[in-house]
């Protein structure tokens, strides 16, 4: 089993619909948790953290689910501007142990 | 500010060719990091250096060679480059955050073709 898994999609969607990703993880003893958003042949770069009680980050909802060990990513409203390759990330306590899974990739549309 | 800057962004090499990847950061980061990508699988750590001075084996580490130089630069060098060497090559520097968190800033990368 991969360490981070994700659905690489690719998911269309209309703009402005909701749009949710999750992500599964298979060390429970990792520490922390990110999403980084990849544009087509540009580097990632850090969308948002994700914290165990939630955050929102205007249209961005992460959430982290600890007994199931997986995190989500809700994007409302998307615009077209949103098209790209979502990474979900783990850190699990070493200053070498970022695992990055392979992404989902998201087309808005209009 | 310029961030993690790479050079070179392109590069063909024929098999058994060398080179160097240099990576600088102007963010005062400790950390620093080689990661490569390719289709299907992820960015996967190659090396990494927590400080000056030090660096680590990660993943993927065989037929790679690295130098800290110093605080801003770290060289990512490929002794005898493979075709299976072929992928984008991304450097990135990190400082520790608040709890921990270790966020990332990544260089635009360079797409190496190993012929």
């Known amino acids: 089993r991969k360490e981070v898994e994700q659905d690489p999609g690719p998911f269309n969607v209309p703009e402005g619909a909701t749009v949710a990703f999750n992500c599964t993880y298979s060390n429970s003893a990792s520490q922390s948790f990110f999403w980084y958003r990849q544009d087509c042949r540009k580097e990632p770069k850090l969308l948002m953290s994700?914290?165990?009680s939630g955050n929102e980050d205007g249209r961005f909802t992460a959430q982290l689910n600890r007994a199931s060990q997986y995190i989500s990513l809700l994007i409302r409203d998307s615009k077209l501007s949103d098209s790209a390759t979502y990474l979900c990330?783990?850190?699990?306590?070493?200053?070498?142990?970022?695992?990055f899974g392979t992404g989902t990739r998201l087309q808005v549309t209009l | 500010n310029a961030g993690v800057t790479q050079t070179p962004k392109f590069q063909v090499l024929k098999t058994g060719q060398s080179m160097t990847l240099q990576c600088a950061q102007d963010m005062n980061h400790n950390s620093m990091y080689w990661y490569r990508q390719d289709p299907g699988m992820g960015l996967r750590l190659i090396y990494y250096?927590?400080?000056?001075?030090?660096?680590d084996k990660g993943e993927v580490p065989n037929g790679y060679n690295v130098s800290r130089l110093n605080k801003r630069e770290f060289s990512l060098r490929l002794e005898s480059a493979a075709p299976s060497q072929t992928s984008v090559y991304f450097c990135a520097s990190s400082a520790a955050g608040p709890l921990g968190f270790y966020e990332q800033y990544f260089g635009p990368g360079t797409r190496l073709t190993v012929t």
């Open positions: 250096s927590a400080s000056e001075g030090t660096t």
């Open positions: 994700v914290y165990s």
């Open positions: 990330v783990v850190f699990t306590g070493t200053a070498s142990k970022l695992t």
